[in-house]
């Protein structure tokens, strides 16, 4: 029989990565938004800063959401 080509530590840090890349991405993209606008500096630090806690809840959300559906390791 085949095994699992990846072990437990390998799925988790590849799993965190992904979860921080979301998390990344959209706060980089409502930074970018915000541009459109002409934001001064401050305004858009917190443009980012909203983001990226959405992007957290965001990932959170899908990610428990997610869990109900994945096999049983």
């Known amino acids: 029989m085949v095994g699992p080509s990846i072990t437990k530590e390998e799925r988790d840090a590849t799993n965190r990565r992904l979860k921080i890349g979301l998390v990344v991405l959209i706060g980089i993209s409502g930074g970018l938004v915000s541009l459109q606008v002409d934001p001064t500096p401050a305004q858009f630090a917190a443009a980012v800063g909203v983001s990226s ?6 990932t959170w959300f899908v990610v428990r959401t997610l869990r109900e559906f994945s096999p049983k390791r």
Do not use: D, E
């Not at 806690?53 to 965001?58: E, H």
């Open 53 to 58: 806690v959405l992007g957290f809840a965001l």
